[in-house]
Each structure stands twice: as C-alpha cells, then as structure tokens.
C-alpha cells in the first residue's frame, strides 16, 4: 500500500513541478492569505481518483472537496494536493503533496513529497519513516545547538500575539529558526534531523497527519501545544520535535496553552 501511494504522489510531482501561469489560475478563499489555484483542485481531483482505486470505499478526506463520509471510521485518505500554495503562486520553494492514510481515526501511512527537490517522504506505523527509501532518524542535538522552524497560522490572526511570544522564548534558547511556509515539509524537516523542533498554533489535518507519523517513526514524539495526543481529524494546535527536547514547549507554556477548540 505504501509503495502505491507514493507511485501516485510521485505522478501528482511531476504535475506539480509542469504547473504553468499559475498566478492567473489562482483565486482568493477567504483572503489575500488564503489562495487556490486551479492546479490544487486539479491535483486533489487527480489524487481522488488514484488513491480511492487502491481502496475502494474509503473516505476522501482532502482540503479543496467537501468531505463526504465519516473519516473516523474504517479507512480514510487525508489529502493536500499543494501544501504550501502561496510559495507555490509565488514561485517560492519550498512545496509538497501530502498524503495520509488512517484506520479508525489513527494513521497508518505518511508520505509527503518535494517536488522541486525530488525527495519523497514516507512511512508506515511501525515500520520506520524514510527519506528516498533511505531510513532516516530525528536528531540527538539540543535546542541550544540547534535550530526550530514555526508557522504563524494567518488564517487564525489571533494566534499572532502567542505565536511570537513564544518563538522570542524559543529563540533565546535555540541557535536559529525557519519559517518555511509549508507545514508538511516542516514536521519531515524535524523527522529527517534537520531541524529540532517545529510549533503552530493552528492547521488542518492534512497540513499535519502524514507528517506527524513520520516524525514518531523516526523517533520524535508529536502532540498538541495543550500537551495532548494529536486529534488528526480536526483543526489543532501541533508541535513535534526530537526527543531531546520534548519538555521544551510544555516548559514554556507552563503545562498548556489553554487554547479554544478549534475548528474548520
């Protein structure tokens, strides 16, 4: 299954990495920061299509089509076509597929792939996490010898204020941080040892799903910022890291960050 996921992931790449007037065939959602283009609907129609005929009768569960079915129950795709859509309108790298898989709720399957720089994440429960079917671990360093990447959830302005705080707390204690504007790449950033740790306070499941199981299965922990197990199926709160520094954002939020719950 996994090896057939990515085979359809790698074939929406190449769709990706031909895209062409793409600022033309993009419109507003519900903001200025907040785009689509033809290519996301495109591509998230294209990977329906695909991913469905691996397992008829499961659950689409993309962010371009209205859901149809329960995703909590039996199988369920959670798809972004484009994660990273203004970098992509913008020609700013980097973007990525992601696509999820889970039973009851809990994923089974991650992959999520750079097509500009042709790496293909992916990863099954229980069975590691790779990067170009090369195995790959998160790292050993400290947030004093390392670095953190961050997102600032604008389509969640109020999480503005507390997003800053918290990466001035975070910078203090760290060598450096990223914002690399596509969160997928994010949470694979940290699985792969690049980065120590990524927070944002707010995203979608399919920002996060495949990601945050890559993550546990090269050896990170993932969760909420409230520091609970990470819902999956609903907008939430996430960060991850290496297990070096797994107390480092419950320490600094004082045991949660008491947020609203949150939804689509």
Same mark, same amino acid.
């Given at each position: 299954?996994?090896?057939?996921?990515?085979?359809?992931?790698?074939?929406?790449? $190449?769709?990706?990495?031909?895209? !062409?007037?793409?600022?033309?065939?993009?419109?507003?959602?519900?903001?200025?920061?907040?785009?689509? =283009?033809?290519?996301?609907?495109?591509? $998230?129609?294209?990977? %329906?299509?695909?991913?469905?005929?691996?397992?008829?009768?499961?659950?689409?569960?993309?962010?371009?089509?209205?859901?149809?079915?329960?995703?909590?129950?039996g199988?369920?795709?959670?798809?972004?076509?484009?994660?990273? =859509?203004?970098?992509?309108?913008?020609?700013?790298?980097?973007?990525d597929?992601?696509?999820?898989?889970a039973?009851?709720?809990?994923?089974?399957?991650?992959?999520?792939?750079?097509?500009?720089?042709?790496?293909?994440?992916?990863?099954?429960?229980? !069975?590691?996490?790779?990067?170009?079917?090369?195995?790959?671990?998160?790292?050993?360093?400290?947030?004093? %010898?390392?670095?953190?990447?961050?997102g600032?959830?604008?389509?969640?302005?109020?999480?503005? %204020?507390?997003?800053?705080?918290? =990466?001035?707390?975070?910078?203090?204690?760290?060598?450096?941080?990223?914002?690399?504007?596509?969160?997928?790449?994010?949470?694979?950033y940290?699985?792969?040892?690049?980065? $120590?740790?990524?927070?944002?306070?707010?995203?979608?499941?399919?920002?996060?799903?495949?990601?945050?199981?890559?993550?546990t299965?090269?050896?990170?922990?993932?969760? =909420?910022?409230?520091?609970?197990?990470l819902?999956?199926?609903? %907008?939430?709160?996430?960060?991850?890291?290496?297990?070096?520094?797994?107390?480092?954002?419950?320490?600094?939020?004082?045991?949660?960050?008491?947020?609203?719950?949150?939804?689509?």
């Amino acid at each position: 299954m996994l090896d057939q996921i990515c085979e359809s992931v790698l074939q929406a790449g $190449e769709m990706v990495r031909s895209a !062409g007037d793409i600022a033309a065939k993009t419109h507003e959602k519900t903001s200025a920061a907040d785009l689509v =283009t033809e290519y996301d609907v495109a591509l $998230e129609a294209f990977l %329906r299509e695909r991913l469905l005929a691996l397992l008829p009768g499961a659950v689409f569960f993309g962010e371009e089509e209205a859901l149809e079915g329960d995703p909590s129950r039996g199988w369920a795709f959670i798809v972004d076509p484009i994660d990273g =859509t203004t970098n992509f309108v913008r020609g700013i790298h980097p973007v990525d597929i992601s696509v999820a898989l889970a039973k009851d709720g809990m994923v089974e399957y991650g992959v999520v792939y750079d097509p500009w720089r042709r790496e293909l994440f992916s990863g099954a429960r229980g !069975g590691g996490a790779f990067l170009n079917g090369k195995p790959i671990r998160v790292s050993g360093r400290p947030l004093s %010898r390392g670095i953190f990447l961050m997102g600032t959830a604008l389509y969640k302005r109020e999480y503005l %204020r507390p997003t800053l705080a918290l =990466t001035e707390r975070l910078m203090a204690r760290s060598c450096d941080f990223r914002r690399l504007g596509a969160a997928a790449l994010d949470l694979c950033y940290v699985a792969c040892g690049r980065a $120590e740790l990524f927070f944002e306070y707010s995203l979608c499941p399919w920002d996060y799903a495949a990601g945050s199981l890559l993550v546990t299965e090269a050896g990170g922990v993932a969760g =909420t910022m409230e520091g609970a197990p990470l819902p999956i199926l609903r %907008r939430s709160s996430v960060w991850v890291s290496n297990r070096v520094n797994a107390a480092v954002v419950p320490e600094l939020l004082g045991g949660g960050g008491d947020l609203p719950r949150q939804e689509f």
